[in-house]
C-alpha cells in the first residue's frame, strides 16, 4: 500500500474551530498522517504522484467517534425489546451473554459490529465488553482504531470466572497494546452498583499504573441513583469522586441523572462524558442533561452503545435525534445547533477519549481517519449549509469513503478488509439457534 493519498473532490470540513469549509478542497495524506489540508489544486501540486481518493463532489471531514458501545452485543440485536434497563440487563441479556458468548462469538460479534460502523462513517468506537485482547486483535487486523476492555464486574463474566481474573484480564490486555497505534487498552469497572469499593479502587489503581482510560456507567437509571443514595449516602457521581475513582482519564457513559453538584463536581475533576440519548430513551432511563453538560464545560460525545439496546451503531442517527430531541424538550430550536452537534461526533467525542491530539479534526500532524459523505441523493439535494446538511438530512448510507490512519477501509462503499458475506452468514446462522427454547 502506498503510504501517500489525496482526498479530493468534496468540501472539507476540517472540524478546527473557526474554521469554514473549503470548496473543492483536499486532503493530503502520508504515512498515515495529514500532510496538507486546503484547496485541492493547492495539495495535488504539493502531492502530484500520490494515489487519488474521489470524494465526488460530496463532504470530506473527520470519522465518527462513538465513544461509548459494546461492539460484540451486535449479535442480541432484537433479542429482547420494551423492557426496563434492570429486567433487559439481568433477566435476558446476561442470561444470554453466559450462553452464547465465547471469544470465538465476540471475534464474530466485534467483526460485525465493525463492519456497521464502518458503513456509518466509524473511523473510532469505545468497545467495553469482555475477551478484551480477543475484540483488540479483531480491530487491529481490521484497521478501525478503538478503546478496548475487560468488563470488571462482582461476579463471573463469560472472559472471567471471578473479579480477579477479570483484573489480570485487564492487565494483560494493557500490556498486549500499550503501545499499538491503532488500538488503546482501558480499564473497565462496569457500574458503581456492580462494583464493590474495593474493586472500583483496584480497577482505578490499574488505571493509574499504566496511565490508560478508565469507562464506566454512571447515572443511567433513577434506581441506580437512588440505590446509592440509601446504601451510601451519595449521588453516584460523589460516591466515584469519594473512591478516587474520577479523573481526566475517566469516560462516564450515560450519566443521565446527575444533579448541578454532580455536573460541576464532573467538570472540577474534567471527567469526560459519554452520552447515549438513543438507548437512554429506548430503555426508558430518561434524558441526560446535555445542554447543561456542555453550558459546564464538559468534554461530551456521543455513543451508541451497544446494538442490543439501540438497535444499531449509527452515531450520526442518534445525534440527529439528540438535536431534535432537545429543541422539543427545551422549546428552543437554539440549542445543540448544526455544527455543535458535528464537533460531538467527531473533535468532542475524540477529547472525551483523550484522543484529541491525534483525531477529531483534519489538522496537520494528525492521523488520516476521514470520511467521504456522498451528497448526491434526492434527500440532499440541494446542499446550503454543510453543518446542517450532517445534522438534519444525511443518512449513513450516504457514506461512501472511510480511511482510517491512511488506509482505505471503505472505498466506494465496499468494506475492504472484512469479508462482509462471510460474516453476515455466520452471524445469522448463530442468531437461528441462540434464542431460548431454539436447543
Given at each position: 500500500?502506498?503510504?501517500?493519498?489525496?482526498?479530493?473532490?468534496?468540501?472539507?470540513?476540517?472540524?478546527?474551530?473557526?474554521?469554514?469549509?473549503?470548496?473543492?478542497?483536499?486532503?493530503?495524506?502520508?504515512?498515515?498522517?495529514?500532510?496538507?489540508?486546503?484547496?485541492?489544486?493547492?495539495?495535488?501540486?504539493?502531492?502530484?504522484?500520490?494515489?487519488?481518493?474521489?470524494?465526488?463532489?460530496?463532504?470530506?471531514?473527520?470519522?465518527?467517534?462513538?465513544?461509548?458501545?459494546?461492539?460484540?452485543?451486535?449479535?442480541?440485536?432484537?433479542?429482547?425489546?420494551?423492557?426496563?434497563?434492570?429486567?433487559?440487563?439481568?433477566?435476558?441479556?446476561?442470561?444470554?451473554?453466559?450462553?452464547?458468548?465465547?471469544?470465538?462469538?465476540?471475534?464474530?460479534?466485534?467483526?460485525?459490529?465493525?463492519?456497521?460502523?464502518?458503513?456509518?462513517?466509524?473511523?473510532?468506537?469505545?468497545?467495553?465488553?469482555?475477551?478484551?485482547?480477543?475484540?483488540?486483535?479483531?480491530?487491529?487486523?481490521?484497521?478501525?482504531?478503538?478503546?478496548?476492555?475487560?468488563?470488571?464486574?462482582?461476579?463471573?463474566?463469560?472472559?472471567?470466572?471471578?473479579?480477579?481474573?477479570?483484573?489480570?484480564?485487564?492487565?494483560?490486555?494493557?500490556?498486549?497494546?500499550?503501545?499499538?497505534?491503532?488500538?488503546?487498552?482501558?480499564?473497565?469497572?462496569?457500574?458503581?452498583?456492580?462494583?464493590?469499593?474495593?474493586?472500583?479502587?483496584?480497577?482505578?489503581?490499574?488505571?493509574?499504573?499504566?496511565?490508560?482510560?478508565?469507562?464506566?456507567?454512571?447515572?443511567?437509571?433513577?434506581?441506580?441513583?437512588?440505590?446509592?443514595?440509601?446504601?451510601?449516602?451519595?449521588?453516584?457521581?460523589?460516591?466515584?469522586?469519594?473512591?478516587?475513582?474520577?479523573?481526566?482519564?475517566?469516560?462516564?457513559?450515560?450519566?443521565?441523572?446527575?444533579?448541578?453538584?454532580?455536573?460541576?463536581?464532573?467538570?472540577?475533576?474534567?471527567?469526560?462524558?459519554?452520552?447515549?440519548?438513543?438507548?437512554?430513551?429506548?430503555?426508558?432511563?430518561?434524558?441526560?442533561?446535555?445542554?447543561?453538560?456542555?453550558?459546564?464545560?464538559?468534554?461530551?460525545?456521543?455513543?451508541?452503545?451497544?446494538?442490543?439496546?439501540?438497535?444499531?451503531?449509527?452515531?450520526?442517527?442518534?445525534?440527529?435525534?439528540?438535536?431534535?430531541?432537545?429543541?422539543?424538550?427545551?422549546?428552543?430550536?437554539?440549542?445543540?445547533?448544526?455544527?455543535?452537534?458535528?464537533?460531538?461526533?467527531?473533535?468532542?467525542?475524540?477529547?472525551?477519549?483523550?484522543?484529541?491530539?491525534?483525531?477529531?479534526?483534519?489538522?496537520?500532524?494528525?492521523?488520516?481517519?476521514?470520511?467521504?459523505?456522498?451528497?448526491?441523493?434526492?434527500?440532499?439535494?440541494?446542499?446550503?449549509?454543510?453543518?446542517?446538511?450532517?445534522?438534519?438530512?444525511?443518512?449513513?448510507?450516504?457514506?461512501r469513503h472511510v480511511v482510517v490512519r491512511g488506509r482505505p477501509l471503505?472505498?466506494?462503499?465496499?468494506?475492504?478488509?472484512?469479508?462482509?458475506?462471510?460474516?453476515?452468514?455466520?452471524?445469522?446462522?448463530?442468531?437461528?439457534?441462540?434464542?431460548?427454547?431454539?436447543?
Amino acid at each position: 500500500m502506498s503510504s501517500e493519498l489525496v482526498i479530493h473532490g468534496g468540501t472539507v470540513l476540517t472540524m478546527e474551530s473557526g474554521t469554514q469549509p473549503i470548496a473543492n478542497g483536499a486532503v493530503g495524506i502520508r504515512n498515515g498522517l495529514i500532510a496538507v489540508v486546503g484547496a485541492a489544486a493547492e495539495v495535488l501540486a504539493t502531492m502530484p504522484g500520490a494515489p487519488r481518493l474521489d470524494a465526488g463532489g460530496g463532504l470530506i471531514l473527520p470519522g465518527f467517534v462513538n465513544a461509548h458501545t459494546h461492539l460484540a452485543m451486535t449479535l442480541l440485536r432484537g433479542f429482547a425489546d420494551d423492557l426496563t434497563l434492570r429486567e433487559w440487563l439481568e433477566q435476558h441479556i446476561w442470561p444470554a451473554e453466559r450462553r452464547l458468548m465465547s471469544a470465538q462469538t465476540v471475534a464474530l460479534g466485534t467483526r460485525l459490529a465493525a463492519a456497521e460502523s464502518l458503513r456509518a462513517g466509524v473511523t473510532t468506537v469505545c468497545d467495553m465488553y469482555f475477551f478484551g485482547t480477543t475484540v483488540g486483535d479483531v480491530l487491529a487486523d481490521i484497521g478501525l482504531r478503538a478503546l478496548v476492555s475487560e468488563g470488571i464486574l462482582d461476579y463471573p463474566t463469560p472472559a472471567a470466572d471471578s473479579p480477579e481474573a477479570a483484573l489480570r484480564l485487564s492487565r494483560e490486555l494493557l500490556e498486549r497494546f500499550r503501545h499499538h497505534p491503532l488500538i488503546r487498552p482501558a480499564v473497565a469497572p462496569h457500574a458503581p452498583y456492580s462494583v464493590s469499593a474495593a474493586r472500583l479502587a483496584s480497577a482505578a489503581e490499574l488505571a493509574e499504573e499504566f496511565e490508560a482510560p478508565l469507562m464506566i456507567h454512571l447515572a443511567e437509571t433513577r434506581q441506580e441513583v437512588e440505590q446509592l443514595l440509601r446504601d451510601k449516602g451519595l449521588s453516584p457521581a460523589a460516591y466515584l469522586a469519594d473512591l478516587g475513582i474520577l479523573s481526566e482519564r475517566t469516560i462516564a457513559a450515560h450519566c443521565v441523572h446527575i444533579s448541578p453538584d454532580d455536573l460541576a463536581l464532573l467538570r472540577e475533576l474534567e471527567v469526560g462524558v459519554a452520552t447515549n440519548p438513543v438507548s437512554n430513551l429506548k430503555l426508558g432511563s430518561g434524558i441526560a442533561p446535555l445542554p447543561q453538560m456542555l453550558a459546564a464545560g464538559l468534554r461530551v460525545g456521543f455513543g451508541t452503545d451497544g446494538a442490543a439496546s439501540n438497535n444499531t451503531l449509527d452515531p450520526l442517527r442518534d445525534a440527529q435525534l439528540a438535536s431534535l430531541l432537545y429543541k422539543g424538550v427545551t422549546g428552543d430550536p437554539t440549542v445543540l445547533p448544526a455544527r455543535k452537534l458535528i464537533e460531538l461526533l467527531t473533535v468532542g467525542g475524540a477529547g472525551v477519549l483523550g484522543l484529541a491530539d491525534r483525531i477529531g479534526s483534519l489538522t496537520p500532524g494528525k492521523e488520516a481517519d476521514i470520511l467521504c459523505l456522498d451528497v448526491n441523493g434526492p434527500h440532499a439535494t440541494p446542499l446550503v449549509d454543510p453543518f446542517a446538511h450532517l445534522a438534519y438530512a444525511a443518512r449513513a448510507s450516504d457514506v461512501r469513503h472511510v480511511v482510517v490512519r491512511g488506509r482505505p477501509l471503505l472505498q466506494d462503499r465496499t468494506l475492504t478488509t472484512i469479508d462482509l458475506d462471510g460474516v453476515l452468514a455466520a452471524a445469522r446462522a448463530l442468531a437461528a439457534g441462540a434464542r431460548p427454547g431454539s436447543h
